[in-house]
């Protein structure tokens, strides 16, 4: 989470993919600026953008979510990197 705070911090990330996949609650009270809300309970690969050639870095509140949703994304071809530690790791800026 350290790195990715500081690539966001950096402001050189016109292109970084971060999905989102707490519930719409925790969604709602605070996420990453830019990142695409996409619940793990509504997953679905087969409705996920075709762009495999991009990586999403995934997070959750506290991570365990996020690395079953990695799994299923680089099951599907995707490149995806779970974000350990969550939004409670997450000392950055936050959008409502």
Known sequence: MRE???YLASGNHPNLNILDVCSQEEFAAGHIPGAIH???TAM???KFPNNKLET???VCRSGGRS???VAQ???EGYMAVNVEGGMLAY???LAY
């Open 67 to 69: 690395k079953l949703a």
């Open 44 to 46: 679905n690969v087969g």
């Open 56 to 58: 999403y870095y995934v």
């Open 91 to 93: 000392c950055g800026p």
């Open 38 to 40: 996409w619940p793990l």
């Open 73 to 75: 994304l680089k099951k």
């Open 4 to 6: 990715l705070t500081k």
